[in-house]
Structures are given as C-alpha cells and as structure tokens.
C-alpha cells in the first residue's frame, strides 16, 4: 500500500479515497532514491496525518529537520508514502509504531529523530539557539494575541454583573500559593535583572501623574478599599514606605521604637495631636508616663 505525495494531495474527496487510507495505524515517508525512511503512527485516517506531512514539508517547516533537508535535497517526486500496518484500537497504535522504531531507530536508514513513540524530546535537549528562536516567536505571538485583544477591547465596559462575578471570584480565589512564589528571593531577583537599567519615559510618568492624581481614579481606589481594615503588620510597612523616620519614646526605663503614631497612641490611649506636638518640639516632657527621647531617620 503505496501513495505518491501526487496522490495524497490531489485527494480531497473521501468517497473516492482507497479505504486504507481512511483507517489508522503505522506508516513510513519512504524516499525512494536511497531506501531511507521516517516511521510514524496516525490516531486519525491516515489520509489526513499523510497531507499534513505533505504540506509542512513543502512549505519547509517540518518538525523533523533530516527529513525535511533530505526531501529539500531530492525533490517531492522521490518520496512516498507507504502504510505498514493497520491498528484500529488507538490504545495499541503506538505500542505498535515503538516496535518499529525499536527495530529500525539505530540504523542508518532511519530519519527519526526520537528513539521514543510517545515523548519525542525524551533524551534530548534544545540548543541555544532554538530555545533563542523559540522565545522570540513566543513573545511575538504574545505580542499579536495582546495587540488584536486591545483593539477588541478598545471602548468597551463590562457590566455591572460581570464586575460583581470578578469581584466574587477574587475573593474566593486561593492566592496563597502565588503570593508565596513572589515573595521569594529567587523572584526578586529575577524581577531586580529584569528591570535593571528600564526608566519610563517622561511621556508615560505625566500619564500616569495624571491618572493616580484624577477624581474618577480616586473614587475608584476608595471604591476597591471600601471595608478593608488594614493589619498592624501592615500599618507598620506602609508607614516606613512613606517615611523613613521612627521615634523613640521611653516608659519605666525602657524605650519603645515608634513607627505608626496613630497605631501607638490608639493602643496607649494617648492623645494624637499631643504627641504629634512632642515630637515636633522635640521635647523631653513627660506625658501620661511617656517621654520623647529622640527621632531615628
């Protein structure tokens, strides 16, 4: 049962196809001016997997790269197809296709690249330069697919439902896992070399300004933070990311190092605005058993 890749391409009418050609099983792209040979398996009619080979090979971008250069070398017209076995259970196609590659993947008349049916890199490992020409095309595939969505998405709003659906959804998604992965030193690092060097425009910084600065983005925020109590732990990290400064206050001998006034003289019961006065005079006054020893910056 041998095909020319003539008469692969020119059948598109399945009633007409030899009926071997629409069951499944094991075959080989035989090229016949030097016996050399690709064994391959089909879960489908064999017609089909038979025309994808064709093509890619025409258009030069099979997976397979010494068979491709061999079919380049010689010509379409030097090769067939050529069905080995019939397999009708999908479960044994390729137990059977590993038989045959057992036999034949060690000599010199095979193309396959893989020894294995199941896992074709098993064994192997990409070069530099595919993993290079792999990420390229990666990105710039993300790139397109992120471009057509902006366009699609330009102008439109979701509706209240829907953002009611995303707000549940968040809550009850289980983050633990992610959070914990970008807490990691390796991740900070990776993020560090990423950005290193990387300055936003000027262009971009005055959009921005304009945006956090906005009435709508303001609302918006409030809006989101609506009902969320902040730990102490928290309190205490936002309040050294917006200052450096700490104070030292001392009670009974034993000094206390101060980061959140509001958290300090809520939990003491002291006056906000008298501190706030201490600390601004710098003065050693004793208050409610308190007393302002010096400000860290």
Known sequence: M?????????????????????????????????????????????????????????????????LQASFNKHGKNCFCFHV??????????????????????????????SMDASAPMLGRKHTKETLEKMSKASKARAKEIGDITRKCRTGTKHTKETIAKFK?????????????????????????????GK?????????????????EY?????????????SEETKTKMAIARCAKRYVFMKNGIEHEVINIRGFTSKNNLNRDAVRRIIKAQSAEDYCGWSFVRTVV
Do not use: W
């Open 218 to 230: 303001r609302l918006k925020m409030s809006e989101i933070k609506k009902g969320v109590k902040f």
């Open 84 to 113: 080995i076995e019939i397999v009708e259970e999908n479960s044994l196609i390729r137990e059977r296709e590993q038989v045959f590659l057992d036999t034949f993947f060690k000599t010199d008349m095979c193309y396959n690249i």
């Open 2 to 66: 041998i095909y020319s890749f003539k008469e692969v391409e020119s059948r598109h009418d399945y009633s007409k196809i030899d009926p071997v050609l629409l069951r499944k099983g094991v075959y080989k792209i035989v090229n016949v001016s030097n016996g050399k040979f690709y064994i391959g398996s089909s879960t489908t009619r064999l017609i089909r997997r038979f025309k994808t080979h064709a093509e890619k090979l025409c258009k030069g971008t099979h997976a397979n790269s010494h």
């Open 168 to 196: 549940i959804a968040a809550k009850n998604r289980d983050d633990s896992k992610r959070i914990a992965s970008l807490k990691t030193e390796e991740f900070r690092k990776k993020q560090s070399l990423l950005h290193k």
């Open 199 to 215: 300055k936003r425009s000027e262009e971009l910084n005055a959009r921005m300004t304009l945006i956090f600065q906005s009435p």
